[in-house]
């Protein structure tokens, strides 16, 4: 076995204040200053040879009520048979004129889920989405169909990426041999195999260095720069878990770097404190590049898991420097057995009260007719609707559903409409 010398994380954070929080709930799946963070991290300027042009410029109306969808990437794949760039074209134009339809003004489409990147991209392989192998181009730019599109329907248009996360289980079946993983861990540098990790069947970007911390944000300047985006978003997967070995040897690395007499951050704060770092990092990024783009948070509604998954919203919203909105994951129905709506959206009303980050909530449109939450999806089928009255009743800047493959349907149209 070869032997490893770690890179050592650097550390400029101190403490975090913990959230105390009781809530149980499931859902899908701090001293410095942030602008001292990220002056931490290195640059890198993108070039961009062929910048999309926005065929429609959108109103710069921070007024409007936001009216989002999310896209995930299941809904932009195409069948073997009808990979082109027509059939990838009529696909778009569907999902984009069934948007305007129900009235919505965002779409918020996940272009990078694995590590990988459905646009041609420096920094990350082309993704198996739409060639069926990582790695494989396509002939086309997907991303400048969709946000030309977007733009001619006056749709705004919010890039979702995941930072974190390589792949789970067989997805993607393969990592092409340009994948960052691949190269750090193929390669005669044995001190860039821990910028990767694993937990249980999936693989994961470090984000205890800075190098890894380089990677994402350069990957999120590169999109501000060439495409016109209204905004960048991550969601709520962060740390995959609370436990303690799968990062172990960067945390003792960590720990070794503390001065006689210094006392190290506890494992979980270390953790909160790489992500805030990254979090601060993309920030900066995006508002360098321009400063009309905002960028957003879509956590989990449930305090305590995000704490778990040490995703600090408590500080993203206590601190200038982090975001701009955030979107929880509010998948629960009005009269949820254990966790009513109202009760758990007061909670986050509180927390960006009187501070300078938008709030949005995330709708569980999917829900809508099943048996989760006790039954009180099926015995009441107006639960979207009278969140979103809620919502505009509480001061809520708007809403974003989850997600678009469950808006054409009979029942929820009527609910929409």
């Known amino acids: 076995m070869k032997k490893k010398f770690l890179r050592l994380p650097l550390l400029l954070l101190a403490v975090a204040i913990p959230l105390c929080c009781t809530l149980l709930l499931s859902s899908r799946q701090h001293e410095a200053s942030p602008e001292t963070a990220a002056a931490s991290l290195p640059e890198t300027v993108v070039t961009v040879t062929s910048p999309a042009e926005q065929s429609s410029p959108l109103p710069a109306d921070n007024t409007e009520e936001m009216r989002g969808v999310w896209i995930p990437y ?133 984000p205890a260095y800075p190098e890894v911390r380089k990677l994402i944000i350069d990957g999120v300047r590169e999109l501000v720069s060439r495409y016109p985006l209204e905004g960048i978003q991550i969601d709520d997967y962060f740390y995959p878990s609370e436990e303690s070995g799968y990062d172990r040897s960067s945390y ?80 629960i129905s009005m009269n949820h057995p254990v966790f009513p709506f109202r009760d758990l959206a007061e909670r986050w009303c509180a927390l960006v009260e009187g501070r300078p980050v938008k709030l949005y909530f995330g709708l569980a449109l999917y829900k809508i007719g099943t048996e989760d939450d006790g039954g009180t999806w099926l015995s009441e089928t107006d639960n979207i609707p009278q969140e979103i009255a809620y919502l505009r009743q509480c001061g809520v800047k708007g809403y974003m559903l989850y997600a678009y493959d469950y808006l054409d349907r009979i029942a929820i149209s009527k609910l929409l409409n």
């Open 74 to 206: 299941m809904t932009l794949q195409l069948a073997e048979e009808e990979r082109t760039e027509q059939a990838f074209r009529k696909k778009i134009d569907i999902i984009l004129d069934t948007c305007v339809q129900y009235h919505l003004n965002t779409v918020i489409v996940q272009v990078r889920p694995f590590g990988d990147a459905i646009y041609p991209s420096e920094f990350y392989p082309w993704s198996h989405i739409l060639s069926g192998t990582q790695g494989k181009a396509v002939p086309y730019d997907p991303m400048d169909i969709i946000v030309r599109a977007a733009h001619h329907r006056h749709l705004a248009v919010h890039a979702w990426i995941n930072p974190f996360r390589i792949s789970t289980g067989q997805t993607p079946p393969s990592l092409s041999a340009d994948n960052p993983y691949c190269r750090w861990q193929n390669d005669n540098d044995t001190e860039n195999d821990v910028y990767t990790f694993a937990y249980q069947d999936g693989l994961y970007y470090n």
């Open 252 to 331: 003792n690395a960590y720990c070794q770097t503390m001065a006689e007499g210094c006392v190290p951050l506890s494992l979980h704060e270390w953790r909160k404190n790489n992500v805030n770092m990254l979090i601060a990092g993309m920030y900066r990024a995006i508002h360098q590049t321009n400063p009309h783009t905002v960028f957003g948070i879509a956590p989990q509604c449930n305090f305590d898991n995000n704490e778990k998954l040490s995703a600090d919203v408590l500080r993203w919203c206590s601190d200038n420097g982090y975001i701009d909105y955030l979107c929880p994951q509010m998948y």
